[in-house]
Structure formats: C-alpha cells, structure tokens
C-alpha cells in the first residue's frame, strides 16, 4: 500500500531543477507532498486532489495523474534551502483502506552551493 | 501559538517495560494520528483517530495501543516494549470532514525511543 517514490537521493547545485515521483498501485483519492529537515518533523507543502489539478508554491509545484496513479513534485531553480527529505502521502478509498494514510520511503535532495 | 506537542521527546527503556508517550494538539482537529520513522521505510501509521472514542488501525499496529478519551489528547502505549520497537514516533493531527479529503497534518517534534 505504501506508495513508491523515486529518485531515492538527489544531488543538485544551487539553481538546478529537480522532479520527484510518486506511483501508487492503487487507486489514489488525494497526494501530500511533505518535506521534512534532518531532526524536525515534517512540513506540508501541499495537496493536490483527484482531478490531475496542478499546484505550486512558490519554485515548487506538483502534478498529480489519477489514471496512472502518480504525482511529482517539481523543484525548479533550486535553493540551498530545498535540502531535506521530501515524503509524498498518499490517501485511497478502497474498502481496506479508507482514512488510513501512507507515506513513501523518501527522496533525500542534496542542494549544494 | 497552534502546535502538536510530544513528550517525552527522547526516552531510553528495557524491554517489557511499560510505557506511554503522549501527544496533545491545540486546533480542535478531529483527526489524529501515530507514525513511526525507520531509516528507509519512511513514515509508517500506527493507529489513527477520526474523533474522540474512534479510533482504528494504521498500517503497522502490532505491539501499540492508542485511545482517544479527549479530543486534544492521543497518547500511545506501548505496553510490553521489544527491541524493534526502538524508533522515531511523530504525533500528527489535521482537520477531518466525513467523506471530505485529509488535510494538512500538524507534526509533533517527534520522540525517539530506545528498548533495550
């Protein structure tokens, strides 16, 4: 049930661009995108709802596809501020699943100057 | 200031031992909910609570329970700790409309737990 997410590590320079993928074998009713610096918790950075609707904030922006079953996340211009560890969670609807909430492994992004 | 709190925030034990970790939120959020983070697993739901006096399991519940007597308390109990327990638990809570989508969750700062 745990969405996957891809790439695992990513290394950027400062103003580099960078995507994030989320899949789901399942079908996905909404997608959070959180990120989370080293020893904090996590911070939401937005939610994108079935309907492929694409959102931004500020350099960030996210896509979600409900017929594949995917959402990225994209980092444009990054900033030395962008390194953390971005998680999407995921939210289905399906019988076993309703109100539980899944988190992917993680992507660590690596801004250096 | 609007925030969940955790504590204790680090917490060192033997295995057997019972414990309680407790989390509070001060948004009148319906929906709260346990994680547990474990280096390349990401987060993982424990238990989660739509309301008080409803609460249901997350995807790995063994070994924890939780309850939900008031609206802004969710503790966790862990009542017969084992080594695998040993990891960092987040306390999150979020706005919750029936058959609405989730909302932001609110993260505590997290406690790390050790069992020996």
């Known amino acids: 049930q745990q969405p996957v997410q891809s790439p695992q590590a990513v290394i950027l320079r400062e103003g580099e661009d960078a995507v994030i993928n989320c899949s789901s074998s399942?079908?996905?009713?909404?997608v959070h995108w959180y990120r989370q610096k080293h020893g904090e918790a996590p911070v939401f950075l937005m939610i994108?709802?079935?309907?492929?609707e694409q959102k931004g904030h500020e350099k960030i922006s996210a896509s979600f596809n409900e017929k594949k079953q995917q959402s990225s996340l994209y980092l444009t211009a990054s900033q030395l501020s962008y390194s953390g560890t971005y998680f999407c969670g995921t939210e289905m609807r399906d019988k076993g699943s309703f109100n539980k909430f899944y988190f992917g492994s993680g992507t660590k992004l690596n801004v250096k100057p | 200031e609007a925030q969940v709190t955790q504590n204790p925030r680090y917490l060192i034990t033997v295995t057997g031992k019972k414990l309680t970790v407790t989390c509070s939120q001060n948004?009148?959020?319906?929906?709260m909910s346990w994680y547990r983070q474990d280096p390349g697993l990401g987060l993982r739901q424990i238990y989660y609570?739509?309301?008080?006096?409803?609460?249901d399991k997350g995807d790995v519940p063994e070994g924890y329970k939780v309850s939900r007597k008031e609206k802004r308390n969710f503790p966790l109990i862990l009542e017969s700790p084992s080594p695998n327990q040993t990891s960092l638990y987040f306390c999150?809570?979020?706005?919750?409309?029936?058959?609405?989508?989730?909302?932001?969750?609110?993260f505590g700062p997290g406690t790390r737990l050790l069992v020996l």
């Open positions: 609570s739509m309301n008080v006096e409803v609460t």
């Open positions: 399942k079908a996905l009713y909404s």
């Open positions: 994108l709802l079935k309907g492929g």
């Open positions: 948004m009148n959020h319906e929906y």
């Open positions: 999150a809570s979020s706005l919750w409309v029936a058959g609405g989508p989730q909302e932001t969750q609110y």
